[in-house]
Nanobody, 114 residues
Framework: QVQLVESGGGLVQAGGSLRLSCTLF????????MGWYRQAPGKQRELVAT???????TTTTNYADSVKGRFTISRDNVYLQMNSLTPEDTGVYYC????????WGRGTQVTVSS
């Protein structure tokens, strides 16, 4: 059974950085999409960044416009390096995996103070 466990959230001042990671348990097909979504209070869950593997060394990344140039996603532990954080980045961040179906972690809180 596939499970996703996030870590690395916390409280940071505006302009600071955090790195989120996601540990995957279970058998993960080589063709998959991994990534991060977030949900701010009173808002819908939104895509932050994803990375897609076609089963070879080729990968494709996708970022929300609001995080381009500030956030970087990598496949190793599904790291999400978040730089130049702003209060608008505050929310619960969820690790995501798509193979034959969607899997979600329970989320980790990121709070950016002004």
């Amino acid at each position: 059974q596939v499970q996703l466990v996030e870590s690395g959230g916390g409280l940071v001042q505006a302009g600071g950085s955090l790195r989120l990671s996601c540990t995957l348990f279970g058998v993960i097909p080589s063709r998959n999409t991994m990534g991060w979504y977030r949900q701010a209070p009173g808002k819908q869950r939104e895509l932050v960044a994803t990375i897609t593997s076609g089963g070879t060394t080729t990968t494709t990344t996708n970022y929300a416009d609001s995080v381009k140039g500030r956030f970087t996603i990598s496949r190793d532990n599904v790291y999400l390096q978040m730089n130049s954080l702003t209060p608008e980045d505050t929310g619960v961040y969820y690790c995501y995996l798509h193979t034959y179906r969607d899997y979600w972690g329970r989320g980790t809180q990121v709070t950016v103070s002004s």
